[in-house]
Structure formats: C-alpha cells, structure tokens
C-alpha cells in the first residue's frame, strides 16, 4: 500500500506539472498569437498609410505638372494678347494722325473702332487733358480721374511708351476690358483704346483650378482640394460642392 501511494502521488505530481506546462504553453501560444495579430495589423495599417501617401504625393505632382503646365499656357496667351492689343492701338493711333478730325465725327469714328473691334477710344493731349472720345461724357477728364487712366501716367513722361493696362472687369458694361495707350505717330496725343476680351474667357475658365480638378482622375473613394494658405477656404476640388 505505501508503494501504491508513492505511486499515486508520483501520478499525481506529473499530472499537476502537465497540467501546468500546457498552461503555460496555451499563454505562450496565445501571447504570441496575440502578438503576432498585433503586429500584423500595425503592418498592414502602415502599409496602407504609406501606399496612400505615395499616391497621395503623385497626384499631387501630377497637379502641380497640371497647373504649372496651364500658368505657363495662360502666360504665352496673356502675352500674345497683349502685342494684339498694342498692334491694334498703334494701327488707330496711325490713322489718327493721318486723318485727326476724323475722331470728330460720330460716324466715321464709329467704323474705324468696329474695323479693329474697339469698344472705346479715348485721345488725351500732352498735359493728359482727355479731349476726344466715343463716350462724350468723359471729355474733360485727366488720366487722373480714374485707374483706367491713372494707369498710363507714365506715359506723361516718356513720349516713347506704350503700355498695356491688365484685364479688368467693367462693372459698368459688365465686361472685360483691356486698356492700352501710345503715342501719336507725332507724339503729340495719348491715343487709347478699350476693347473687351470676352474672347479671354475660355482662357480664364481654362487656367482655373476647379477647370483643372475637373481633368483630374483621382484614387478611388479619393478626393483632391486646394486650400488657400491665408484663409483657409477651398478655392478648388474635384467635388465642386466644397467650392
């Protein structure tokens, strides 16, 4: 009987001591599951933040190419506009000083201005006093009176000026209007001119950042917005409702 106890008790002690090593194991194999788990979805959660920054940042880049791309497009037009407004200015100014009293008839002045599609014309004399003009009610005025002439008094001092005002929108006729203005073939008149460049629209519409978001594909479920460094207001998007 003592050696049937020793051995329950043997039995007992090896069953006690599995008991406790499988315990053990079940926590080391949970731990380390849990671990792994763990470890795992940390991977798979930076993983995806770095694939979405890396597609984040090309499509940034691809935005800047887009917008530098369009800037450079709105440059070479702006410019081009801008020898066509002069062009055009210099072609009036000329025929002026053949024929000066020809901006003292209505009807006269009023073809010359549809021929090189003017919509104003104004002369100003060497002191800047306006004394001629398709809008009577401005004869009178100085380049002082508004921005529109104010603009080119420079002109006043260098008889060998011309200069291009930049588009403005005339809350008056509700339009675009260019101003340009040179000097008479004699250099004796400030010869300038008004005309609308509706045509510059599209041009506009095109160098716009929504125009640009619009050409955009973004990432699925993804988004692409501009925001203005100062105040903070989206002044682009491809969902045009945050605009």
């Not at 010359?112 to 401005?138: C, H, R, T, V």
């Not at 008149?189 to 716009?208: A, F, M, P």
Request: proline fraction near 2%.
């Amino acid at each position: 009987n003592k050696r049937n106890h020793q051995t329950y008790r043997r039995n007992e002690r090896v069953h006690v001591m599995k008991k406790r090593i499988a315990k053990r194991l079940c926590i080391i194999i949970f731990t380390t599951t849990l671990v792994t788990m763990i470890l795992n979805y940390y991977l798979q959660i930076k993983t995806v933040r770095l694939n979405m920054e890396r597609n984040a940042n090309l499509e940034i880049d691809q935005m800047e190419d887009a917008i530098a791309q369009s800037q450079t497009t709105w440059n070479e037009r702006d410019q081009w506009n801008q020898r066509d407004v002069i062009y055009r200015t210099k072609s009036v100014a000329f025929l002026i000083s053949q024929n000066p009293q020809i901006v003292f008839d209505a009807q006269q002045l009023q073809e010359m201005m549809n021929i090189f599609q003017i919509d104003e014309l104004n002369l100003f004399d060497a002191k800047g006093q306006l004394y001629a003009s398709s809008n009577p009610d401005q004869i009178g005025s100085t380049l002082y009176t508004n921005s529109h002439f104010s603009y080119f008094l420079p002109m006043l001092d260098d008889v060998t000026l011309s200069m291009v005002e930049p588009t403005a929108f005339d809350k008056d006729r509700h339009k675009r209007i260019r101003y340009s203005a040179v000097w008479d073939t004699k250099q004796e008149n400030i010869i300038q001119v008004g005309i609308d460049v509706q045509q510059n629209q599209q041009w506009t519409e095109q160098n716009d950042l929504s125009y640009i978001f619009a050409l955009s594909t973004p990432t699925a479920n993804g988004m692409q917005f501009a925001v203005q460094k100062d105040t903070g207001e989206i002044v682009g998007a491809t969902n045009h409702e945050l605009v």
